[in-house]
């Protein structure tokens, strides 16, 4: 997408916008857009779907408007977005619903602190878990933490609500949660766009009891937050975020989010009652809403976060007996629920076809260089604490060489508590990733030089972040804009937390893979092992001469279909038995690593 030049005006012409113009914009997309409109100079993130391309269209924006990075973790994202609040600028920070635990110290400070430049935190949660550990909803988080949530429909509001949450949050002294669903962040839409508002800087407020948050001006803060939480509250009675659509009395609905545009389809004649904010209510409205319908449904995804705060109202209403509470909502489970509540006709059963897929698991790219780690993990019979990243992949077929995944950098404190419980002889292995270890895996490394645990770490450097589309880090020496910047060195960075045995390792290389990695095992202390090998798909796609199987000479005995590479395949030739294999010249790479463990040397480059 082309973005618009920056508009320079003059005094007087200031406040004169030009026609808007429509754009073509995905969820994600239209955050970024209103984030730049409402005037945001710096933004940051730790990239992790749904919420990555956020981050990736503000560093798209001309630099003298806006400065974007990709920082660390989400902690670090928040931190460096509050440090910009603190000195009177307008900051955003986007994660995942799981990176919120990563920023969750910070976030409930800063709660009780408030802004001085306007803060924003734009949240995307995974309902149906499509990449993602786990399905949590950010609006109980921000409960707890007394944060406002935005919730949009489409794009459109997407934009809109992320401008308005930048006058929310100067207005009210708040941080405010702008929150996304996988749906919506995905989905594009045509979005009205409008111009950059800049902002002055507020210039830093010396203030130590609101900017310092030791206990004395923490007490004093505590009452001021949920006075304010209540100001919000009243601010959204007859706010535009709260719209009452009258229709047929006999059911009203209460939703909010991506479920609004389920509830509309499905629904389009009902009374509506549309939260733009899903925290805090507009009590009076909602009282008012539910007298004036015989029954009331609250749609909404994952928790029944809505239902459960009408119902401490004393109001009668249902919902999560009708709207399932896991997984993503649509028309269809919706119009399901609502004809199960008696409200619309059972929809009639779904035609049986006789056709089906071929399954179609996922597995590691051809020519991953994560492959062969695995493959010689599991010859040395470990136990593998696995980490978040494509290499969780290989907990399943044929690799199969993970036991355990929690979170992100969580791998190695794992290892060091399976090492110290002593409860079996095989070697404990912690895996992860380049961008996982700067994320969260130093800390734990640290814990396990000093408390001496008996493990080894494979780290798995493929010099990007890889899941979530190929991001930089400080390991790949390029800033979210691809400026040059110090490459963090992890050898040298390893050996100064005071591991002794560190190798690192050409990922192609089996031969020396698996022997580097039988000597990593036998060692008596803190190994690492640093598979070296750039990802084959970004930043750049990497591709060689492709190799052929000669057919004459293959017995079939499956040694390279243990790389779980796509490129191989069964072809329609036997051999006692069995099928003997092919490879696909259009999705080989020309690796070699099937070359290297092909025990009868029948696999050729295909001849120019």
Same mark, same amino acid.
């Given at each position: 997408?082309?973005?618009?030049?920056?508009?320079?005006?003059?005094?007087?012409?200031?406040?004169?916008?030009?026609?808007?113009?429509?754009?073509?914009?995905?969820?994600?997309?239209?955050? !970024?857009? #209103? $984030?730049?409109?409402? =005037? /945001? *100079?710096?933004? @940051? %993130?730790?990239?992790?779907?749904?919420?990555?391309?956020?981050?990736?269209?503000?560093?798209?924006?001309?630099?003298?408007?806006?400065?974007?990075?990709?920082?660390?973790?989400?902690?670090?994202?928040?931190?460096? !977005?509050? #440090? $910009?609040?603190?000195? =009177? /600028? *307008?900051?955003? @920070? %986007?994660?995942?619903?799981?990176?919120?635990?990563?920023?969750?110290?910070?976030?409930?400070?800063?709660?009780?602190?408030?802004?001085?430049?306007?803060?924003?935190?734009?949240?995307?949660?995974?309902?149906?878990?499509?990449?993602?550990?786990?399905?949590?909803?950010? *609006?109980?988080? @921000?409960?707890?933490?007394?944060?406002?949530?935005?919730?949009?429909?489409?794009?459109?509001?997407?934009?809109?609500?992320?401008?308005?949450?930048?006058?929310?949050?100067?207005?009210?002294?708040?941080?405010?949660?702008?929150?996304?669903?996988?749906?919506?962040?995905?989905?594009?839409?045509?979005?009205?766009?409008?111009?950059?508002?800049?902002?002055?800087?507020?210039?830093?407020?010396?203030?130590?009891?609101?900017?310092?948050?030791?206990?004395?001006?923490?007490?004093?803060?505590?009452?001021?937050?949920?006075?304010?939480?209540?100001?919000?509250?009243?601010?959204?009675?007859?706010?535009?975020?709260?719209?009452?659509?009258?229709?047929?009395?006999?059911?009203?609905?209460?939703?909010?989010?991506?479920?609004?545009?389920?509830?509309?389809?499905?629904?389009?004649?009902?009374?509506?009652?549309?939260?733009?904010?899903?925290?805090?209510?507009?009590?009076?409205?909602?009282?008012?809403?539910?007298?004036?319908?015989?029954?009331?449904?609250?749609?909404?995804?994952?928790?029944?976060?809505?239902?459960?705060?009408?119902?401490?109202?004393?109001?009668?209403?249902?919902?999560?007996?009708?709207?399932?509470?896991?997984?993503?909502?649509?028309?269809?489970?919706?119009?399901?629920?609502?004809?199960?509540?008696?409200?619309?006709?059972?929809?009639?059963?779904?035609?049986?076809?006789?056709?089906?897929?071929?399954?179609?698991?996922?597995?590691?790219?051809?020519?991953?260089?994560?492959?062969?780690?695995?493959?010689?993990?599991?010859?040395?019979?470990?136990?593998?604490?696995?980490?978040?990243?494509?290499?969780?992949?290989?907990?399943?077929?044929?690799?199969?060489?993970?036991?355990?995944?929690?979170?992100?950098?969580?791998?190695?404190?794992?290892?060091?508590?399976?090492?110290?419980?002593?409860?079996?002889?095989?070697?404990?292995?912690?895996?992860?990733?380049?961008?996982?270890?700067?994320?969260?895996?130093?800390?734990?490394?640290?814990?396990?030089?000093?408390?001496?645990?008996?493990?080894?770490?494979?780290?798995?450097?493929?010099?990007?972040?890889?899941?979530?589309?190929?991001?930089?880090?400080?390991?790949?020496?390029?800033?979210?804009?691809?400026?040059?910047?110090?490459?963090?060195?992890?050898?040298?960075?390893?050996?100064?937390?005071?591991?002794?045995?560190?190798?690192?390792?050409?990922?192609?290389?089996?031969?020396?893979?698996?022997?580097?990695?039988?000597?990593?095992?036998?060692?008596?202390?803190?190994?690492?092992?640093?598979?070296?090998?750039?990802?084959?798909?970004?930043?750049?796609?990497?591709?060689?001469?492709?190799?052929?199987?000669?057919?004459?000479?293959?017995?079939?005995?499956?040694?390279?279909?243990?790389?779980?590479?796509?490129?191989?395949?069964?072809?329609?030739?036997?051999?006692?038995?069995?099928?003997?294999?092919?490879?696909?010249?259009?999705?080989?790479?020309?690796?070699?690593?099937?070359?290297?463990?092909?025990?009868?040397?029948?696999?050729?480059?295909?001849?120019?």
């Amino acid at each position: 997408m082309e973005l618009p030049e920056r508009n320079v005006t003059s005094d007087t012409a200031a406040h004169v916008l030009p026609e808007p113009e429509a754009l073509p914009l995905t969820g994600n997309e239209a955050i !970024a857009r #209103g $984030a730049w409109e409402a =005037g /945001v *100079r710096v933004a @940051a %993130a730790y990239p992790g779907t749904p919420s990555t391309e956020i981050m990736e269209n503000m560093g798209r924006y001309p630099r003298e408007d806006v400065y974007a990075e990709w920082s660390t973790n989400e902690k670090v994202a928040c931190d460096v !977005a509050i #440090g $910009a609040s603190f000195s =009177g /600028v *307008r900051a955003l @920070a %986007a994660m995942k619903h799981v990176g919120v635990n990563v920023a969750a110290d910070s976030i409930m400070s800063v709660a009780y602190i408030g802004v001085n430049g306007g803060l924003v935190l734009a949240v995307c949660d995974d309902p149906g878990i499509h990449s993602s550990q786990n399905e949590q909803d950010t *609006r109980l988080f @921000a409960k707890w933490a007394r944060l406002p949530v935005l919730e949009p429909s489409d794009a459109q509001e997407s934009l809109d609500y992320t401008r308005l949450a930048y006058d929310l949050s100067e207005r009210f002294d708040t941080p405010v949660i702008v929150r996304s669903t996988t749906r919506l962040s995905h989905t594009t839409g045509m979005v009205r766009v409008g111009r950059r508002q800049e902002r002055p800087a507020r210039g830093f407020q010396e203030d130590p009891h609101k900017n310092v948050m030791i206990p004395a001006y923490a007490r004093e803060r505590h009452p001021i937050v949920l006075a304010r939480e209540q100001q919000v509250s009243m601010y959204l009675e007859s706010a535009e975020l709260t719209r009452w659509e009258r229709g047929d009395e006999a059911v009203g609905i209460i939703t909010s989010g991506a479920a609004y545009c389920y509830v509309k389809e499905a629904l389009p004649g009902a009374s509506i009652l549309k939260l733009g904010a899903s925290y805090p209510l507009p009590r009076q409205t909602i009282a008012e809403f539910c007298a004036s319908v015989r029954r009331v449904i609250v749609v909404e995804e994952l928790e029944p976060f809505i239902e459960t705060e009408v119902r401490a109202m004393g109001l009668a209403v249902e919902g999560k007996a009708f709207v399932p509470r896991t997984g993503e909502l649509s028309t269809e489970l919706l119009r399901r629920g609502l004809a199960e509540a008696g409200v619309l006709a059972a929809p009639p059963p779904a035609p049986a076809y006789r056709i089906k897929s071929t399954p179609r698991p996922p597995i590691l790219c051809a020519g991953c260089p994560h492959v062969v780690p695995f493959m010689a993990l599991r010859a040395v019979n470990a136990r593998v604490a696995g980490d978040i990243g494509c290499y969780t992949l290989a907990v399943i077929d044929p690799l199969k060489a993970i036991d355990t995944t929690v979170a992100m950098g969580c791998s190695i404190g794992n290892a060091v508590g399976m090492a110290k419980a002593n409860a079996e002889a095989r070697p404990i292995v912690a895996t992860l990733g380049d961008s996982t270890f700067l994320h969260a895996g130093i800390p734990p490394l640290i814990d396990a030089v000093y408390n001496q645990a008996n493990i080894t770490v494979i780290l798995l450097d493929n010099h990007v972040t890889a899941m979530t589309g190929g991001q930089d880090h400080p390991g790949t020496g390029r800033t979210l804009r691809g400026d040059p910047a110090h490459q963090v060195d992890f050898e040298t960075l390893i050996r100064a937390i005071g591991v002794k045995w560190v190798r690192k390792i050409d990922s192609y290389d089996v031969g020396h893979m698996y022997q580097t990695i039988r000597e990593a095992v036998e060692y008596k202390g803190v190994s690492v092992v640093i598979s070296d090998r750039p990802c084959v798909l970004d930043p750049v796609k990497i591709r060689g001469t492709p190799y052929q199987v000669q057919a004459a000479g293959c017995t079939a005995c499956q040694a390279c279909m243990n790389l779980a590479c796509p490129a191989l395949a069964w072809t329609d030739e036997w051999f006692e038995g069995r099928h003997k294999v092919g490879i696909n010249a259009e999705a080989c790479i020309g690796c070699s690593l099937c070359v290297q463990v092909c025990p009868t040397d029948c696999i050729r480059l295909v001849a120019s």
